[in-house]
């Protein structure tokens, strides 16, 4: 008889917070248990280990410093390591700060103090030391660099500096060992402490102390920890509420504080890279299956192994990207699109719903002052005959709609009385 198989289905955002459950003397993360009718038997992901929440971070050790053992293997790959571009400087001499320019230009608009880039061919976002260390202030305007146009602005109308929001939402995946209470962070970017933990000076003679180096043999569940505290897109702090654990550190288990969905509803609902990471994650947390991990195809220091990726035997796990009915694979045509880290067509569409809404009511308020004007100079009862009110009435209707303005003639001149500016 085969067992049933459960998978857990971790409560909401609010209600997680309500609903922990403590155990020995860690905090565990609610769950409703369902039966699927499938082996092996499910465990908790929240019942191993422990975590840094409402301790104090250990002392960063900074990549420079990795980098003086490891400038042969490791430092020249460094500058373009996929991690460490998370956030990047804005060289105000390169290529990327000249297309910056251009495109705030075209419309308009400049924008000082940009000194640095978060994202890449899907989206980029513009950041600035704010006034707190270890913070950055984000431009609320954004830019599409691929797609059908190239450098296509977002979100100019009203565009302005945003002191918290990095922090809010950003930082716990694009810097480095962020503290929970005032949200800054010990260094920009991913560094070689975020996946690699916090080792100390003995690390030089025993390798075999960091994290997810080959002579630390790192345990599955701890791999999947790691990486999931930035690439699982869908988890909430039972904590604090934001979409990064708290205070995190690699050794820690993550789901002592980041409550996840792992249902298969809720997996069926991604789009297959976001699909794929939740479902590896899950068959070790929740089913103990260690034979597959992200390391099995992915380096810690290039996006993939192409060659690891071929030789893996088939499983359940590649038909999430991949049609297996032929006699050749074929991937499925998908789109990754991000409602957190604001991406891809679906977010790019629902983004011009609401600005189309926000250009409609700025139409409005426009349309409404052009009749407070003509109201004020009393058009309707001065204008020539066949001019008179149902004309100053489609005018009014013409710009509600979306027209441009029509061009107003010079009011007639008022006795004694002063012209007020045209703020149309």
Known sequence: MVAP??????????????????????????ARVEAQGRAPAAEHPASWGDSHVGDPLPTLVESDDCLFCHRRDIGPIWPDDVHRQSVRVLDSDSE????VRSRFAAVGQG??????????????????????????????????????RPGQLVRTEGARWQGSLFGRRCAGCHSTAVETSSMAFSAPSIECYSCHGAVDGSHAADPASALLAEANK???????????QCHI??????????PYANHFVPGDNLFRDLAVNFSDEALAAKNPIDRHVLHNIRSIVIYGEENITCLTCHSTHSPSLVGRHAGLQAN??????HDRSGDRWSLFEFEVSSDHC????????AEAVRAAAAELRRRELEAEQLQAFLEFFQVSTDVGEGEGEEDVAAEAEDVAVGQDLPEVEEAPEVQEAEEPPNDR
């Open 111 to 148: 924008f000082e103090g940009i000194s640095a880039v978060m994202g890449g061919e899907r989206m980029l976002h513009f950041l600035r030391p704010n006034d707190q260390p270890g913070q950055f202030s984000m431009l609320s305007a954004a830019v599409v660099p691929g797609g059908d």
């Open 96 to 99: 990327l700060s000249r297309f």
């Open 233 to 242: 897109r869908s988890g909430v702090s039972a904590t604090t509420g934001r």
């Open 316 to 321: 359940a796990m590649c038909d999430i990207c």
């Open 342 to 349: 604001e991406y891809g067509s679906e977010w790019l569409a």
């Open 5 to 30: 198989r459960t998978s857990i289905v971790l409560v909401s955002r609010w209600s997680c917070l309500s609903a922990l459950l403590v155990l020995g003397s860690g905090a565990l993360l609610a």
């Open 218 to 228: 790192t345990p599955a569940r701890v791999v999947a920890s790691i990486c999931g």
